[in-house]
Structure formats: structure tokens, C-alpha cells
């Protein structure tokens, strides 16, 4: 059973920086991995992915400030920087494999406050 566990949130001030790390497990062979993020009362929306050849994908509103990283084939990770208060949601961890199935971390609260 293909099982994603994330690690890495927390609260942060403004400004601040924050790095998620996620590892995939269950024998899968891995294509793409990433980040989404869902705020209260809004959609889940894409943050970072990479693949397994490195070609990475950012959301408009993250480029620049967040970097995703394939660590491992099963290993990725989103180091945050320049955080904002509109960075704040639940985000969760996601795979893509090779066959084309979906999987989802079942997520990490990231606070920005002062």
C-alpha cells in the first residue's frame, strides 16, 4: 500500500522560512512529486512539482520564494522562504506514478503570523 508521510510545518512569522519534506513508501514507482496547498475555504491548489527527469513546475504565486527538490526518487522536499500570511494552508504531499495513479499525504498545517 502506497503510503506518503510529510514532515516540516509549523507556525512562522512573516518573512520567515519553513522547509517540508516528504517520503513515498509501498513499492511504487515514482513519476512526479509535489506539493498542493488548501487555505480554509478555498480550493486545493498546486504549489511545486517536480519530476522524475528534475523538470520543475511553481505556482505564479510562489515563484521565486519556494523551491521544490527530489532528495531521493522517493524523497521530496519544498524549502519556503519569504513566507507570507496568504501562505497559510494545509499543505499536502503528492505523487504521480509511472501507470499514472494519484496519491495524497494526508497533510501539514504551515502558519504565518506575527
Known amino acids: 500500500q502506497v503510503q506518503l508521510v510529510e514532515s516540516g510545518g509549523g507556525l512562522v512569522q512573516p518573512g520567515g522560512s519553513l522547509r517540508l519534506s516528504c517520503t513515498a513508501s509501498?513499492?511504487?514507482?515514482?513519476?512526479?512529486m509535489g506539493w498542493y496547498r488548501q487555505a480554509p475555504g478555498k480550493e486545493r491548489e498546486l504549489v511545486a512539482t517536480?519530476?522524475?527527469?528534475?523538470?520543475t513546475s511553481y505556482a505564479d504565486s510562489v515563484q521565486g520564494r519556494f523551491a521544490v527538490s527530489r532528495e531521493t526518487i522517493t524523497t521530496v522536499a519544498l524549502q519556503m522562504d519569504s513566507l507570507k500570511p496568504e501562505d497559510t494552508a494545509i499543505y499536502y504531499c503528492y505523487m504521480r506514478n509511472v501507470l499514472g495513479s494519484e496519491y495524497w499525504g494526508q497533510g501539514t498545517q504551515v502558519t504565518v503570523s506575527s
Open positions: 517536480t519530476t522524475k527527469s528534475g523538470t
Open positions: 509501498g513499492g511504487i514507482f515514482v513519476a512526479t
